[in-house]
């Protein structure tokens, strides 16, 4: 799994820290009139230069140094250690710079040996989808889906749960109970069996067996721990018990393993005159930098894991004595075991005693197997697991990273192997050298590093591939294989619910389009997404996976907030938000049961509205261009040939978005929320309604009831279009299994197949005409859809650079007001998407339960309805600026 803990190091109290240095996640876009160079700042957003300050944070630790940060697995909470060993915790809302306080430093009497030397979050109990590899099969890649069980152990109430290990030899569980208190379990690592109990190193990672401690002391001795949480009751539930006194206990046992004394950690080479003797001398230079439990690679498609393994990391100074023959050996050395279990082994006496048990057998035992240690000739900076732990980089003191594979610690030099890709680095990925930083840190996927120098600046490392083009030469193999590898690094991303806007920016800034467009052809096929929604149309609103192809897409032919989307960029950007609508609906009517009038919230309420105007006029755009491509073919209606030669030329975003099952499915839900939206109100009693709400409910009702064309109307003119797409299929001689290949022409390549020039022709020589005494063109044709963002027009132009749209709410946000007569005017705070560029005039949590509902359960407490993020109930950032 991806680490998201960051090093801060010794920092002034007034300190401005870069946060998307900490926080690891990025983002390949800048808000503006042009992609703009990505560069690392507050809320993971590239190109800007804002930061946030660490004061508040500070102040809770009484101005101590802060020493380490640490997030939870889902990304939601945040542990902030300073250098006296206290702990505070944060809990992430909306936006990175909007912090909550959970638990407070002022818990923990800080002193030397209470200084955290190593700590771990239990994980969330959840079920990942990952993928194996992709391998080569008959020409096209397969990937291998599996679903990944959480490891535990878990808090039963699914609260947070924190185990630190001090310097003085202490573990302490600091876990979160039902009512948001804190409480904290400390237990003493006393069954070493040696005087020696400062640490200097600890390292802790989750097993099916329970938790793996390994500890390093200052007399370089190396132990290893079994730790074993339990809870009592092991399970909770919020209506079982209510009084504070029944909430979970946890329990601790330890089990102490192994233990390395120092003549058997370091093996070098000492030259000649000690090549009969492998075991350093007592005054060895070589010391300790970095000790890590690395989790067992899950290894195949059923969701075995290996054993896990422990690997040190030994360095020597800088300036090493030179009268220790050490300091001709390497910097660096990295030294490793495997955990294996192995069958204990009884002297034959033993079988000559009695036994009152039969068949009576030794239980295994744990052993470490030292594997073969690996000199550096570079000093090593750190080391990370990459990619779900596919990976291990390791950065050295020249800014270098090495990928190396975690199963034989073989560094990836390109790629060996054209018909099997793991993971980026071993099809060929590489990062650029760049200077040498104090801190390394990673994007989620792995795509991107950044490295944090002694001025605290930051610097920006993408990963960069030649895609089959090397000194003039082009190698399909290469390219196929590097694209693969990009989408099995988003599948993964996708999997486990992690922000790929790291993929979107290599896409970018690497792929030609042409590539790009293979790029999102693979995405599609890989996750899988069957783009034929003809049948099963109930399955778009809950598929996980639709979202994230179509942001995407959307986000590779975006070329700025001020500039048009290219046709292949608009036909997803606009199907998202029909799906936003949609989804608004079926949760509006969810809450809106008989008896509940909370769904009458003001601020529910506005953003139906707003969702309704947007939805309404999006219906009448599309009616409008449909009806001139009418008038526009009707000259070659009756000359097959010229009518297909036209028809290639052309380029409308209404005729893909209508041709397209997918999109013309969320054109239906919206129809059927406008149904009954109108349905609702026009049952409802206004009487009950106050304030800002009546206003809403009376603007909902009258901009329905004053719609150009009726609803009913518009459902009649999508069943025309059902009934043209099938019937061309059904002339084609298309089934169920040949409709997903034009589908996914339409929806990844927007453009219009041959199969479906028939539906073309009866839409518009037949549904349209059919239509035209019940439709009132003439107001369709006199509207204003500027707002809507489609049009290539002048006036869509100029909306586009003189007002925003509050993408959420669907309503146009006022202009900044001015401040005097100096011509300053007071900033509008808002929220704006680093993915779309899109903004929101919400910077704060809902006024109300109702409201809060609805924003949650629609996903937009911290994401964008673009998809760029997940659910924040699974924890992730959001893409907001506020």
């Given at each position: ?19 998307g ?62 250098c ?21 430093a ?9 200084q ?22 008959n020409?096209?890649w ?14 039963p ?5 924190l ?8 573990m ?5 109970n039902p ?21 200097t ?10 938790i793996l ?6 007399c370089?001795k ?27 206990v ?51 498609p059923?969701?075995s ?8 990391i030994?360095s ?10 050490e ?22 006496k ?14 295994p035992?744990?052993?470490l197997?030292?594997l ?9 900076v ?44 071993q099809?060929?990925?590489?990062y ?11 994007s ?6 950044v490295?944090l ?8 490392r993408?990963m ?8 003039g ?7 196929s294989?590097?694209?693969a ?6 599948c993964?991303?996708c ?32 996750l ?9 149309q ?25 500039k ?24 509006f009517?969810q809450?809106n ?34 009806f001139?491509?009418?008038d ?7 000359d ?5 030669q ?17 999109s ?5 839900f ?10 609702g109100?026009?049952?409802?009693n ?19 009831e ?12 999508l ?6 797409v099938k ?12 409709r997903?290949?034009?589908e ?13 020039t ?6 518009l020589?037949?549904t349209?005409?059919s ?8 107001a ?9 963002g ?22 146009a ?5 001015p ?5 300053r ?5 808002k929220?704006?998407?680093a ?23 629609l ?8 998809g ?15």
């Amino acid at each position: 799994m991806f680490r998201r803990d960051a090093l801060i190091g010794m920092l002034p109290e007034d300190c401005m820290v870069p946060v998307g240095v900490h926080c690891v996640h990025f983002l390949g876009r800048a808000p503006g009139d042009r992609p703009l160079s990505p560069v690392p700042s507050v809320r993971w957003q590239m190109g800007t230069r804002r930061r946030v300050p660490l004061t508040p944070v500070m102040e809770a630790h009484n101005g101590n140094q802060l020493a380490h940060l640490l997030w939870n697995e889902t990304g939601s909470d945040l542990a902030v250690v300073d250098c006296s060993g206290r702990i505070s915790i944060y809990s992430i809302s909306i936006a990175l710079n909007s912090i909550t306080g959970l638990r407070q430093a002022a818990f923990d009497s800080g002193d030397d040996g209470s200084q955290v030397v190593g700590m771990m979050w239990l994980n969330s109990q959840r079920f990942i989808h990952s993928f194996h590899q992709a391998a080569k099969v008959n020409g096209r890649w397969a990937y291998s889906p599996f679903r990944r069980r959480p490891i535990g152990p878990f808090h039963p109430a699914n609260k947070g749960a924190l185990l630190c290990v001090t310097r003085a030899g202490q573990m302490k569980l600091i876990y979160q109970n039902p009512d948001s208190k804190w409480a904290e379990l400390p237990i003493e690592l006393k069954s070493t069996g040696y005087s020696d109990r400062l640490l200097t190193h600890a390292s802790m990672t989750a097993t099916q067996a329970g938790i793996l401690l390994a500890t390093y002391s200052a007399c370089q001795k190396m132990c290893l721990y079994r730790v074993h949480i339990t809870w009592n009751p092991p399970q909770w539930e919020p209506t079982q018990a209510k009084q504070p006194g029944q909430y979970p206990v946890p329990s601790i046992r330890l089990i102490h393993c192994k233990v390395d004394m120092p003549s058997n950690i370091l093996n070098v080479n000492h030259g000649l005159d000690h090549s009969d003797n492998s075991l350093p001398f007592s005054n060895t230079v070589y010391s300790l930098t970095r000790l890590e439990i690395m989790p067992g690679l899950v290894d195949s498609p059923a969701g075995s894991s290996a054993n896990p393994w422990i690997l040190a990391i030994f360095s020597k100074p800088l300036h090493a004595p030179h009268e220790y023959p050490e300091q001709l050996g390497p910097s660096s050395v990295i030294v490793r075991w495997h955990l294996e279990s192995a069958q204990q082994t009884l002297h034959p006496k033993f079988d000559e005693v009695a036994s009152k048990k039969s068949n009576a057998q030794a239980k295994p035992q744990m052993e470490l197997r030292r594997l073969e240690d690996i000199n550096c000739d570079k000093y090593i900076v750190s080391t990370e697991l990459v990619e779900y732990g596919s990976g291990l980089a390791v950065t050295y003191e020249d800014g270098s990273i090495t990928c190396y594979d975690t199963k034989t610690m073989v560094p990836f030099t390109g790629l060996d192997d054209s018909s099997t890709v793991t993971c980026l680095a071993q099809a060929g990925y590489q990062y650029p050298i760049e200077p040498s930083g104090l801190h390394i840190t990673f994007s989620p996927n792995s795509c991107v590093a950044v490295t944090l120098d002694s001025d605290g600046q930051t610097q920006l490392r993408v990963m960069e591939h030649s895609f089959g083009s090397t000194e003039g030469a082009y190698d399909e193999n290469r390219f196929s294989a590097a694209i693969a590898a990009l989408t099995l690094t988003f599948c993964r991303g996708c999997g486990g619910d992690s922000n790929t806007d790291d993929i979107v920016m290599v896409a970018l800034r690497q792929l030609s389009p042409d590539a790009q467009t293979s790029f999102i052809s693979e995405v599609y096929r890989a996750l899988p997404v069957n783009c034929n929604f003809t049948a099963e149309q109930d399955k778009l609103m809950s598929h996980p996976y639709i979202p994230r192809c179509l942001s995407l897409q959307a986000a590779l032919g975006f070329g700025g907030r001020l500039k048009q989307r290219n046709l292949a960029s608009s036909v997803p950007w606009a199907i998202l938000q029909l799906r936003h609508a949609s989804v608004l609906y079926a949760y509006f009517f969810q809450y809106n049961k008989v008896g509940q009038t909370e769904s009458h919230d003001p601020d529910v309420l506005r953003m139906v509205l707003g969702n309704t105007k947007w939805t309404l006029d999006f219906s009448h755009f599309i009616l409008n261009e449909i009806f001139d491509l009418a008038d526009e073919f009707e000259d070659v209606f009756n000359d097959p040939e010229a009518f297909t030669q036209k028809l290639k030329t052309t380029t409308s975003l209404p005729l893909l978005i209508l041709l397209s099952s997918m999109s013309r499915a969320f054109l239906r839900f919206t129809c059927r929320g406008l149904r009954g939206v109108h349905a609702g109100f026009a049952t409802a009693n206004p009487a009950s309604l106050l304030g800002d709400s009546r206003v809403y409910y009376t603007e909902i009702c009258q901009t329905l009831e004053s719609s150009a064309v009726r609803i009913d109307v518009y459902e009649k003119f999508l069943a025309g279009v059902d009934s043209a797409v099938k019937h061309a299929y059904q002339g084609a001689g298309f089934g169920d299994a040949e409709r997903p290949g034009p589908e996914k022409e339409l929806l990844v390549n927007a453009r219009i197949p041959p199969v479906l020039t028939s539906a073309v022709a009866t839409l518009l020589r037949q549904t349209v005409p059919s239509l035209k005494s019940e439709i009132n063109r003439m107001a369709i044709y006199l509207g204003d859809y500027s707002w809507l963002g489609f049009g290539n027009d002048r006036r869509t132009a100029l909306y586009r650079k003189q007002r925003e749209v509050d993408i959420l709410k669907k309503c146009a946000l006022r202009p900044p007001l001015p401040l005097g007569n100096d011509g300053r005017v007071a900033p509008l705070k808002k929220r704006r998407c680093a993915r779309c560029c899109e903004v929101s005039g919400d910077t704060n949590l809902p006024r109300s339960l109702s409201s809060f509902k609805m924003i949650a359960k629609l996903g937009l407490l911290r994401s964008c309805l673009c998809g760029g993020d997940v659910d924040p109930s699974d924890g992730f950032w959001g893409a907001w600026e506020s």
